[in-house]
Each structure stands twice: as structure tokens, then as C-alpha cells.
């Protein structure tokens, strides 16, 4: 199933952006044969909290100047003060307005998607509170995407990592709450397999509602390859190397998987 020319249609992020300036991340990824990019919504390169929007909007024309789309934006789920399972009031009415702001710089830019995981879930608190309120965040997040024309898609985790949202039968939970088709799924590869699950069940439990497949290696990427359905997704693969040996050279990474594609 390696097609010649796959990396047009793989969609690859700027977590370099701590090392590299942004127009170096746009040519790379030009240069590499990318042809759509998630834009991660962080510091340096970009500044959005509860109160400000930052005025950086050279993404937008960078992108155009080396023929790549912002298909998608990730607000900094890593380093973000902010979360969607707050129980604190203060804090968490302060999130989903920083949520409201992402979506309002997707809408400037011109992505169409903002594409999140499920952040803030203390183990020390009671779950079942903190689902419902991160369900309560997300259903106001993805009705004020919907009125701005931008997609809301939530990732999941691996059960080995953060877990909170790490299965099937969560996101279902997710999305019966939610009760919004302007809420989409992209799947974390590596944790769906860790979860024992296939394409097919996520695929036959959100018909067209499945955006996007996360890999962390190029091995995983491979090794989807064989799931049943797989064409379905070309064009909504995200990458986030998690081998160091990319953070100095992030185009070597563009360019091996270039060169596996046209295998």
C-alpha cells in the first residue's frame, strides 16, 4: 500500500517551533513535499491566553508564499496553563474563553479545525466530576466552533500515557454528551492499538466523523498501512515525532518519510 507521492496529502506539524523560526518551518515542509500543516498555537512563535490574541499573522501569508495549508490548529496542550477538566471555577471559565480565542485565530488564518486532546484531569479528584465538566467545556467549545466555521476534533491518548481519554468507549461517552456532529475524533495510533482496538470499530462507531490518525514514528505509520480502510484516511495523517534525533534537523524527518512513500 506505499504510494509514490503519499507526503502531498500528510498533514505535519511545527513542534520544532522552539528551534526554528516559522518561515524555516514552512519551507522544510514545502521543500520536504507537505502539502497541509497543523499549526501549533504556542509560544514563541504565538501568544493566546484567556485575554489576548496574539497579532502574529504571518502564518497565514508564510503558508501561502511556500504553497502549504493550514489545515488544522493545536492549541499548546503541553505547556498550556490552561485545561479542559478544571474544577476550579475560576480557572476553567478562564480556559474555555483561551479555547474560544484559538478558535477565533483559526478563523484568522484559515484553518478550518482545531484539533485538542483532553488536558487537566488531576487522578486525585473524583473522574466521573471531572468528565462531566470537561464533556460541559467541550459541548460549549464545539457550539462556538460550529458559529465560526471551524471544527472541533478531539484526540485520544494512549492508556499508558495520559488515559483519561484513551479508549472507544470514552469517546463515545464524549460525544452522546456532547450530543454535536461539529465534534470529530482523531486517533493517537499508537493508542488505539494499546487499547486493543481496530480502525474498523472506531470507523463503524463514528461513521465520518473520524478526521484524523496520529503517529509518533515512522514504524507506526508503516504498520497502519495494513489496517482495512486505511485509504479512507489519505490526507488526514498528523505527525508528531517523538525521536530526538529530529528536534535538530525536523526536515530529516519530512524527507525519510518521503522517501519510505516512494518505496
Known amino acids: 500500500m506505499r504510494r509514490a507521492g503519499v507526503i502531498d496529502r500528510i498533514v505535519c506539524s511545527n513542534v520544532h517551533y522552539f528551534y526554528y523560526d516559522t518561515e524555516f518551518f514552512f519551507r522544510s515542509v514545502s521543500e520536504a513535499g507537505a502539502r497541509q500543516v497543523e499549526f501549533y498555537l504556542g509560544t514563541p512563535h504565538i501568544f493566546i491566553d484567556h485575554a489576548v490574541i496574539d497579532d502574529f499573522d504571518k502564518g497565514k501569508e508564510l503558508a501561502e508564499k511556500y504553497g502549504v495549508k493550514i489545515a488544522s490548529v493545536h492549541p499548546e496542550t503541553l505547556s498550556f496553563r490552561y485545561g479542559l477538566c478544571y474544577l476550579d471555577d475560576e480557572w476553567n471559565k478562564k480556559s474555555v474563553r483561551a479555547y474560544r480565542n484559538c478558535i477565533d485565530y483559526a478563523s484568522w488564518i484559515g484553518a478550518d479545525q482545531l484539533n485538542t486532546n483532553v488536558t487537566g484531569a488531576f ?55 456532547v450530543e454535536d456532529e461539529n465534534l470529530l475524533f482523531n486517533i493517537n495510533y499508537d493508542g488505539m492499538k494499546a487499547a ?18 496520529r503517529f509518533s514514528d515512522l514504524e507506526s505509520y508503516e504498520a497502519y498501512q495494513d489496517e482495512q480502510r486505511a485509504d479512507i484516511f489519505a490526507g488526514n495523517l498528523l505527525f508528531f515525532p517523538a525521536d530526538d534525533c529530529y528536534l535538530e ?11 519510505r512513500a516512494k518505496r
Request: proline share 4%; aromatic share 10%; glycine share 6%.
Open 196 to 213: 486493543g482496538e481496530t480502525l474498523a470499530q472506531w470507523m463503524d462507531t463514528f461513521p465520518k466523523r473520524i478526521c484524523g490518525i
Open 123 to 177: 487522578r486525585d479528584h473524583d473522574q466521573k466530576e471531572i468528565f462531566n465538566r470537561a464533556a460541559s467545556n467541550l459541548r460549549e467549545i464545539t457550539a462556538y466552533g460550529r458559529e465560526k466555521g471551524i471544527k472541533i476534533a478531539v484526540e485520544t491518548e494512549s492508556p499508558y500515557y495520559e488515559g483519561f481519554l484513551a479508549r472507544l468507549c470514552d469517546a463515545k461517552k464524549l460525544s452522546d454528551f
Open 249 to 259: 534537523k525536523p526536515q530529516d524527518f519530512d524527507m525519510e518519510l518521503l522517501r
